[in-house]
């Protein structure tokens, strides 16, 4: 009995065993490496061998045998490409547009052969446009809305210094400058010409030196030489080409002016 019992127990021992072990999982059998043969033509690096050294960049250009391209040059612009209209050439009692006057001061050029005219740089200045100013115009028309009760007085003082040839004809007849409406700025006006041709030559080169400077001089309060008779009286008007008789010859034409120095 105890001989059976030791048998049962050897088996049960060995059957554990057996059941324990760890059996290997079955795997695909590994393909051979192959490993092809160098190329022949295949170079080898060796140890020793280095990179080629790159040559030194150089701004000298190689030399060619074609001819060098010739850099265009182009004359310069005109400075005045658009000449605008032609300047007025009103005359009056007193004064005389600034189109009469450029007849002579103009085709003028210096060494470089650019135009250095007078009525060329002078059409477009402040003095030129000082009536054809549109703000101006505006400002004008708003302060005589915001204080009708002084229009005319806010009319002739502003066209004392804008529209200075027309204000200073009627004021040398006990008149007053009117600018809106059927003012100076209408075209309609006798006058218009030259009203718009604003701070012209005839004004700044008739003004007398009498006070000039002082504070009564200031805002329009300069004198020109204004006798009211026409082309008949002479009247001085100022420069510095007054030696010789072309001055006075051509200052009488454009309106009966004696050139003086």
Not at 171 to 192: C, E, I, R, V, Y
Request: with cysteine; net charge negative; glycine share 6%.
């Amino acid at each position: 009995m105890s001989m059976r019992r030791t048998w049962y127990l050897l088996a049960c021992i060995i059957l554990l065993l057996v059941a324990c072990d760890p059996q290997p999982s079955p795997e695909s059998p590994a393909e051979p490496v192959t490993q092809s043969p160098p190329s022949p033509t295949a170079e080898q690096p060796s140890a020793t061998s280095s990179a080629p050294t790159p040559e030194p960049a150089t701004d000298t250009p190689s030399p060619s045998n074609e001819p060098a391209a010739e850099v265009a040059t182009e004359a310069p612009p005109a400075l005045a490409e658009y000449p605008g209209l032609p300047l007025p050439t009103d005359r009056g009692t007193l004064f005389s547009a600034s189109g009469v006057c450029a007849a002579c001061h103009t085709s003028m050029v210096d060494e470089a052969g650019i135009d250095v005219s007078t009525d060329t740089f002078w059409r477009t200045s402040m003095m030129a446009n000082s009536a054809r100013d549109p703000y101006w115009q505006a400002s004008v028309r708003g302060e005589t809305l915001t204080y009708p009760e002084l229009r005319a007085a806010i009319e002739d003082k502003c066209a004392t210094c804008h529209t200075t040839m027309a204000h200073a004809t009627v004021a040398a007849a006990a008149g007053t400058g009117q600018l809106l409406d059927d003012g100076f700025l209408n075209p309609a006006d006798t006058l218009h010409g030259l009203a718009v041709d604003g701070v012209s030559c005839t004004v700044c080169h008739q003004i007398r030196d009498e006070g000039l400077g002082e504070s009564d001089s200031y805002s329009g309060g300069f004198e020109i030489d204004t006798p009211v008779t026409g082309l008949a009286g002479a009247k001085l008007v100022v420069g510095v080409n007054t030696d010789n008789d072309v001055s006075d010859m051509t200052c009488k034409l454009a309106g009966d002016l004696v050139a003086a120095q």
